[in-house]
Structure formats: structure tokens, C-alpha cells
């Protein structure tokens, strides 16, 4: 399922987007992983981080099993580097391998490869689209190349006749694979390049023919594995989704716009592009982004059986937090603490006999949806609020929040949702609020308004979105669209005239790119690197924060840039080392399975709720580190600890761990990697700031030989007398080891957790 966050672009946000656009979506997609649309900004210039390497790792996505026995699976992977039986090549009818994948498996697998596919031309003459021949595959890793021709669209009404065309070339590339006895082969999305197939239909065809073609229950052979493999996360993303779609067979779902999940009745109605949803449930278990409760200022704060749920879902500590707020705000902002939200909106309302009680409770729901927006959250929930101790009948808090939700949608510039949550066995205000919700949609003014449709999801964008800017950010991970989102509206939205980036991957920037630190491109801004307690960075200032926030997204390219190659270089010493290529895969288990529970019920005691384990699987380094557990002759690895922050999570994967990704507070025991045998001693290692998401990496780790550390090592001490004999580790005193090799540690499992 995918997750989705737009936010609106306007004043400062909008100026820095158009002097960075372009740069900021390469940044985005890297640190976080995450699919980037920016619409309705017209860029000063094109500031693109420029033609990044891309690490050359494989990843697989996702992989089902057809009832023929071919497994059908996703990767995002670079197709020169394939080591299976055959790769696909999307040519052109001369085989003339100039552009897209063509020239680049051309130039890796050298001359070869151009000449065999000349000579089959000057033999036979031109592919036709939607034919397939086989050639040798020069000096890349594969047995052979099938080269395929698919449909070129010059306009989209060229789709209609260009789908069967599509088909038949991967039809024709499946009949080679059977004639060969291929027992894999790599397929990327033919077409949508160059020859610019629309990309999503692209994916569709491409899955469904696969689907069709080995659903044939008379077929003589069938391969082991098709692997649908792109190097670019849209189109990994895309064949991922269409797989989904396709392959997946579904259980039969109640129709969200009727009921949801849970059997209970959903209304909903579109007011411009406000979402007004009535739905039964428990407010405590919403997980939008804002929970609002309501209590009267002389009231006890758990008084109300609203309150009450809330509080005693929170826990004690947000009361308290409530307690100690001013008491003079409308509306008092907590942290959630163990709801599953991102605050929770606290109004002060009047009991019903009071003066202007109508008022006031108008107020405190119009400033509720205002502070929201105010914070780009795209989704709030509300009680019904009024109709228990407040005083207020059914009918008129019904009337009197719609009525301020309608309002606000007239006014609002941001996509939100808006949730009305209803008490399950409260069936009567459901239907009041029901009622209500439709006679005020009808009477509405707004254009958008639609009564007629009331019981069903308008999926019709506005007419005005295409020409609102805004990002988009997408991601089938809810924890990397939200660590996206904080960062970007931190950089958009409160844009500081001191910025102060910390990345130790400062220390590989080389003399090239000092120079450009020592040169930004705003005038008025001045970059000072530092290095100190053993973390680096870079601290930008200026007179403008918008100024800052441009050369901020500029520097942040660089950084991606140099992990880039930080990580080019070390596969290509992995494989050599190993003789092997480099691939990892990162697989969530199944939160009832016996690794999940293991970890939850190891962490019971610890103050965080683990929301995800990902399993995390390396051939090549498992193999580096056998070869070091001989050399070390060590006992069993020791299971240890690191947080680490989430931009780093998909290195520690692919390449193993280095001292740049998590540098202690305070590196007391020398510059190398740290580990701690408990997560309550790697909270007291890694103090950085409170953030939403924490990242673990659970690691068996080789400690050898050790002795106590002390500030400043870069190797281990010598054992004795003799300076090239060193000890294997030191230790930091109880529960901490430090290594100086990524080699003796290999990752087991990534641990995303939440603090309660």
C-alpha cells in the first residue's frame, strides 16, 4: 500500500523549490527512498545534482510464486551487472545500440556485442516491433543478451495499438527464454524509455503477459525465475505495484466509501479538496496525524469519557505535559506519547448555558483545522465533540463542526482530511452527524461540493491542483514518507539563517568539492566546516533563510554524491576480495512471526514500541565475515546494537557498517565503530535530538582479542611490543565494544521503533 504526503508551496517554501527544485527532488529520493513529484513550479534554472552514479547493488523487492512454478520477481538492480542466463535489451529494429540500455550494455560488454548484432543484420535484415534475437553477450556477466524490439509512441493515441505490440515483444523474449532452456532472465520495462511507453501501463502489460503466458497449462518449459529489473526507483516502484496488482490475488474487501475494515459504516464527501470522512470508531485509535480533545476549562482534563480514552491510551505523561501548559491557549498542543498520531490538538470549550458557547465551540474547531494546516499535517480527527459533559445536543455539534469544516475548505490551499470519529455503539449521533454532513454539504456554495455523491470517495482531483504548487512525496513505507516529510518542512517552512548539517562523509569530500564549499552560489552565505568530538559536518549561515535553506539542499547533494562513490568503492573491494558480486535483500517479517515477538518481548522493558523488523540478508558479507571469525579464531559473535539514523539504514545493508554513519556523543574509546550490547546503552551512546522514528541495526559482532580504548585510536594498541600485532577490539567499559573493521560485524535485522 502506498503512502502519499502533498504539501502546498507558497511564499518562502515556493522560492526556495524554484532556485533548487530539481536538487531537492535528487536529495529527497536518496536520503529517504521515496518517489518525488513537483508540480506547478516553474525552476530558475536546471541546479540537478547531475548524473550520480547509483550504487550498484542488487535489491530485491518483491518475488510470488506462479502456480507453474516460475517465480516472478521485482529488483531494483543494474542490468550490466546480471549474472543470471540471459538479460533483455530494448533495441531498436537496426540493433543499433546507441542510446538508453542499449548503449549502456553495449559499452560494458564491449565491441562484441554491436558487431554480432550488425552481422545479423546485414544477414537478415531489420527487426520488426515485436521481435526478439538472441546474440552473445560479450564481456558481461551473462550467458547471452535477448534483444527485443519494442513499440515507439509519438503521441498517447498511439497506446490503443502499441499495447499488442508490447505483448508480442515480450512474448517473443519468453519464447527464446523456452527455446534455450534459459532458467532465468532479466526483463527491464521495454518501451518506457526513450521509446516513452507510458510508464505505469508500461508495467502492466509487461506483468500481465508474463501472468498469461506461463498460465498456459500445455507449455513444454518453464524457467525458475523471471526477474523484472530496472536501476531507477519509479519504474522499480511501478513493477513492484503492477505485481501487487496482478500477481497477488486479494481477499474480497468491503468497499471503503460504504465500510471500512471493521464492518462499520463509512460516509464521506470531497469539499474542494478538504476529505470530510464520518466514520464510527475509538478517537484513541486513530492514526491520522492530529487527535483533538476537548475538556471545559474548570474541568478535570480526564473528566469526559473522551478525555478519559485518550489519557488512559497515552499514558500519564501527556496529562502531565497538559497540566504544565499554559492555560491561557484555545487550544494547547501535547505530544502523543502512545497514541499512534503526531500531537493531539487540546480545545477548551464552554458548556452549552454558558455565553457565546456556540461561538467559542465554532472557534475552537476552526483553529484546530487552522493549526494543522498551519503544520502541513494532511489528516485530523475529532470527537463529537459537545455532546457529553459540554451540554450540547447532537444536532447542534453536528451542525456546528460541518459548518466549520465547510468553512475552512473554502479557505484551505493543502489536501486534508478531515475524520468525524463516532463512538461504535453510538449508532444515534452517528446518523444525526450523517444527516447533518449531507444537508450542509448540499447548501454549501463551494463548486466543489458534492451532495449527489455523498456515499462515495470523489477520486477527481481539483481543477486547481494541476496549477497549485506543490511535492508530492510517495512511499509504500509510512516511516519514510513521515521522516520526509519533518525534514522537508524544517528546511521549507522554518527556513533559519544557520544551518548546521551533520555528516561525518565530510572527511571524503576531497580538495574538488572544498572548493566549492569555499564558493557557494549565494552571495551572502559563508560555510564553515567542522570536525570535533568526532562528528563533521558543516554549518551554513546567512542573511537570508531562504538563502541558507538553497545552499543547504546544494551541500546535501554533495553529501549523496560522495556516498555514492563511497559505496562504489567498497563494492568493488567486496568483489574483489570475494570473488562474488554484491547483492543484499531487506525483507520485513511478519510482526506474529517468532522474530518479531523475540525482539518485542527482549525490548518489554525498554520505554520504545518496535513497529517493523526487517531481516536483512548479504551473501558477500556473510561471507567476509566467516573469513574473519576463522582469522580472529573467535568464540561466537556477540549480538550488539547500533542506532543509527535512517538515511544510512540502506548502506549498512549493501556495504556493512562504517565509523561514518553513527559516531558517538562522545567517542571516549577511540574513532572507530561502535556497538552497544543493549538498546538502553546505545540511547546513552547516540543522544541526538528526540525524533518520531528510531533506527536499530541488530549485529552479531567479533570482539576478539580487547583491551580498554581511550580517545583518539584509529587502530587497536599493540598487544605487546611488537607494533603489528594489534588487538582485535577495545572496549568502552559495560556493554560497549568499538571495532575498526566494518568486516567484523554483519547485520541481522533493521528494528524501527517508536517512543511510547
Keep these: 500500500m502506498s503512502n502519499k504526503y502533498e504539501i502546498g508551496l507558497h511564499g518562502a517554501s515556493l522560492n526556495i523549490v524554484r532556485q533548487c527544485g530539481p536538487v531537492l527532488k535528487d536529495v529527497l529520493q536518496y536520503k529517504f527512498g521515496c518517489e518525488v513529484q513537483i508540480d506547478g513550479v516553474d525552476f530558475e534554472s536546471d541546479l540537478s545534482a547531475g548524473q550520480r552514479k547509483r550504487p550498484t547493488g542488487s535489491e530485491k523487492r518483491f518475488s510470488v510464486l506462479l502456480p507453474s512454478g516460475v517465480k516472478v520477481s521485482v529488483y531494483k538492480a543494474d542490468l550490466t551487472c546480471f549474472q543470471g542466463d540471459a538479460v533483455v535489451n530494448a533495441a531498436n529494429e537496426r540493433l543499433n545500440h546507441c542510446g538508453g540500455l542499449a548503449q549502456a550494455l553495449s559499452k560494458a560488454g564491449g565491441p562484441q556485442i554491436q558487431t554480432e548484432s550488425d552481422d545479423y543484420i546485414k544477414k537478415y535484415g531489420s527487426l520488426r516491433t515485436g521481435e526478439a534475437v538472441v546474440t552473445g553477450a560479450g564481456s558481461l556477466p551473462c550467458q547471452c543478451i535477448i ?66 503466458y506461463y498460465g498456459n497449462p500445455y507449455l513444454r518449459f518453464c524457467p525458475e525465475e523471471i526477474l523484472l529489473m530496472n536501476h531507477d526507483e519509479p519504474t522499480v516502484k ?56 476537548t475538556a471545559s476549562p474548570e474541568q478535570s482534563p480526564t473528566s469526559g469519557s473522551i478525555s478519559r ?21 484555545n487550544v494547547v498542543v501535547t505530544k502523543p506519547y502512545k497514541l499512534d498520531c503526531k500531537q493531539v490538538f487540546h480545545t477548551h470549550c464552554s458548556h452549552k448555558s454558558s455565553k457565546d458557547a456556540d461561538k467559542i465551540f465554532h472557534k475552537a474547531v476552526m483553529e484546530c483545522l487552522w493549526m494543522a494546516a498551519s503544520k502541513h499535517y494532511k489528516s485530523i480527527a ?53 444527516a447533518q454532513i449531507g444537508a450542509s454539504s448540499a447548501e454549501a456554495s463551494h463548486p466543489s461540493s458534492s451532495p449527489a455523491g455523498f456515499e462515495h470517495i470523489c477520486d477527481v482531483p481539483s481543477s486547481s491542483d494541476s496549477a497549485s504548487p506543490q511535492i508530492s512525496l510517495s512511499s509504500t513505507c509510512e516511516e519514510t514518507i513521515r ?112 522474530e518479531f515477538n523475540d525482539r518485542r518481548y527482549a525490548w518489554r522493558h525498554e520505554h520504545f514500541r518496535i513497529l517493523k523488523v526487517e531481516r536483512v540478508a548479504n551473501p558477500t558479507l556473510e561471507k567476509t565475515f566467516d573469513l574473519n571469525k576463522k582469522r580472529l579464531n573467535s568464540r561466537a559473535p556477540q549480538k550488539m546494537y547500533q542506532r543509527i539514523p535512517a538515511q544510512f539504514c540502506r548502506l549498512v545493508c549493501h556495504i556493512g557498517f562504517h565509523a561514518e554513519y553513527a559516531p558517538p556523543n562522545d567517542p571516549a574509546y577511540g574513532e572507530g565503530i561502535y556497538f552497544a550490547d543493549s538498546v538502553k546503552t546505545a540511547m546513552e ?55 575498526f573493521s566494518g568486516y567484523q560485524a554483519l547485520p541481522k535485522y533493521i528494528i524501527t521503533c517508536k517512543r511510547f
Excluded at 264 to 276: A, D, E, M, R
Excluded at 309 to 325: D, H, P
Design 685 to 739: 551512546l547516540w543522544r541526538e535530538p528526540d525524533e518520531e522514528y528510531l533506527y536499530f541495526v541488530e549485529a552479531d559482532v567479533l570482539t576478539g582479542k580487547t583491551v580498554q580504548g581511550k580517545p583518539g585510536l584509529i587502530v587497536p594498541p599493540a598487544v605487546g611490543e611488537d607494533p603489528f600485532i594489534l588487538y582485535d577490539s577495545v572496549s568502552g567499559g559495560i556493554g560497549v565494544a568499538v571495532i
Design 238 to 293: 511501478e513493477m513492484e505495484r503492477a505485481c501487487h496488482d496482478i500477481l497477488v490475488q486479494k481477499k474480497a474487501e468491503p468497499r471503503q466509501s460504504q465500510w471500512d475494515s471493521k464492518g462499520q459504516p463509512v460516509h464521506t464527501v470531497q469539499l474542494g479538496i478538504v476529505h470530510l470522512i464520518l466514520r464510527k470508531g475509538k478517537i484513541e485509535e486513530q492514526k491520522t496525524d492530529v487527535i483533538v480533545n
Design 382 to 434: 475529532f470527537p463529537a465533540i459537545g455532546t457529553g459533559n459540554l451540554g450540547f445536543s447532537k444536532e447542534e455539534a453536528a451542525r456546528i463542526m460541518t459548518k466549520a469544516v465547510i468553512e475552512f475548505s473554502q479557505n484551505c490551499q493543502m489536501k486534508m482530511e478531515v475524520h468525524f470519529v463516532i463512538y461504535p455503539a453510538d449508532t444515534d449521533t452517528f446518523k444525526v452527524f450523517a
Design 483 to 594: 521522516e520526509a516529510e519533518r525534514w522537508l518542512s524544517d528546511l521549507l517552512f522554518n527556513p533559519s539563517n544557520c544551518y548546521i548539517m551533520s555528516n561525518n562523509f565530510i572527511q571524503h569530500f576531497g580538495e574538488e568539492r572544498f572548493h566549492q564549499l569555499s564558493r557557494p552560489t549565494k552571495r551572502d552565505v559563508s560555510i564553515e566546516e567542522f570536525f570535533r568530538n568526532g562528528c563533521g559536518g558543516v554549518c551554513i549561515k546567512g542573511g537570508s533563510g531562504e538563502d541558507v535553506a538553497v545552499v543547504a539542499v546544494q551541500i546535501e547533494a554533495m553529501f549523496c554524491e560522495v556516498q555514492d562513490e563511497f559505496v562504489d568503492a567498497e563494492v568493488r573491494d567486496m568483489q574483489a576480495k570475494c570473488l562474488s558480486k554484491v547483492s543484499f535483500e531487506r525483507e520485513t517479517v511478519g510482526c506474529n512471526s517468532s
Design 147 to 212: 534483444h527485443t524490439v519494442g513499440p515507439q509512441l509519438f503521441s498517447m493515441y498511439d497506446l490503443p495499438k502499441s499495447k499488442p505490440l508490447l505483448e508480442k515483444a515480450i512474448t517473443s523474449v519468453l519464447d527464446k527464454v523456452g527455446e534455450l532452456h534459459l532458467k532465468n532472465v532479466a526483463i527491464p520495462a521495454v518501451s518506457s524509455g526513450i521509446f516513452k511507453y507510458p510508464l505505469s501501463e508500461c508495467a502492466n502489460t509487461i506483468v500481465r503477459t508474463v501472468k498469461q
Design 309 to 329: 480514552a485518550l489519557f488512559q491510551r497515552a499514558g500519564y505523561r501527556m496529562q502531565t505535559e497538559l497540566r504544565n501548559s499554559p492555560s491561557n491557549n
